[in-house]
């Protein structure tokens, strides 16, 4: 069965650009998350959703990071105003309820030029 | 805050073994994972552990001491197609990376 998938796969935007990133969860896993990986680094978690709810946006960087499902399934990851520090792969992630495992998609790279 | 030790890289020799170990000093605690990584590409779940104890799932085996905050995945018949980065991950409400061990395999 399909993955997750995650669109565009790269991205290259102007310092000052509003960019959108989409993210379609595996069908019929209920939470959602969003993390931001760093080069060397380890994934950092963004924001979690249960349906279409938004249980948790403790590590949304700054008020320009704004995420949404607005039907439980398909989710958006909107920047404001990039800047270069938010270079990185935003990676999401699903699973079903009760599930330990969660289910990464492939990434969006983003670089901020 | 969350605070995950992990090494930065082994290097080891096909059909060696080696363990990547694991240190943690978390708020809570509801599980700890494994996952591997290569170069490009999403992280695949390799292992759980929730009670202390071995878990053992074929050449990967993954051990947890909950009362040591300590963690190993041990990588057995080393194979080339195992060099990745392996990130280990404590869950409390949400996963807490660490930064990853790059594990390159050598002929």
């Known amino acids: 069965g399909a993955g997750v998938s995650q669109s565009p796969r790269y991205k290259v935007a102007k310092r000052g650009q509003d960019v959108a990133l989409r993210c379609d969860p595996i069908?019929?896993?209920?939470?959602l998350f969003w993390y931001q990986q760093a080069l060397g680094q380890g994934p950092e978690f963004l924001t979690y959703?249960?349906?279409?709810?938004?249980?948790?946006k403790s590590g949304l960087p700054s008020d320009r990071f704004f995420a949404e499902r607005p039907e439980g399934s398909v989710s958006t990851l909107k920047i404001q105003r990039t800047q270069q520090e938010d270079s990185a792969v935003y990676l999401c992630?699903?699973?079903?309820?009760?599930?330990?495992?969660?289910?990464f998609g492939p990434g969006t790279r983003l670089t901020v030029l | 805050g969350q605070n995950i030790d992990q090494p930065t890289e082994m290097t080891a020799t096909e059909g060696a073994i080696v363990q990547i170990n694991c240190t943690y000093q978390?708020?809570?605690?509801?599980?700890l994972f494994w996952y591997q990584q290569h170069a490009g590409e999403a992280p695949t779940f390799l292992s759980y552990?929730?009670?202390?104890g071995l878990e053992e799932k074929g050449r990967f085996s993954s051990f947890l001491s909950r009362s040591k905050g300590y963690s190993y995945l041990l990588l057995k018949e080393l194979q080339m197609k195992d060099s990745a980065s392996y990130l280990c991950?404590?869950?409390?409400?949400?996963?807490?990376f660490g930064a990853g061990t790059t594990v390159t395999v050598r002929a």
């Open positions: 069908s019929g896993h209920v939470s």
């Open positions: 959703f249960q349906n279409e709810a938004q249980l948790d």
């Open positions: 991950a404590v869950r409390d409400g949400k996963l807490s």
């Open positions: 992630a699903s699973s079903s309820a009760g599930d330990n495992e969660q289910f």
């Open positions: 552990n929730v009670l202390d």
């Open positions: 978390t708020s809570g605690f509801n599980g």
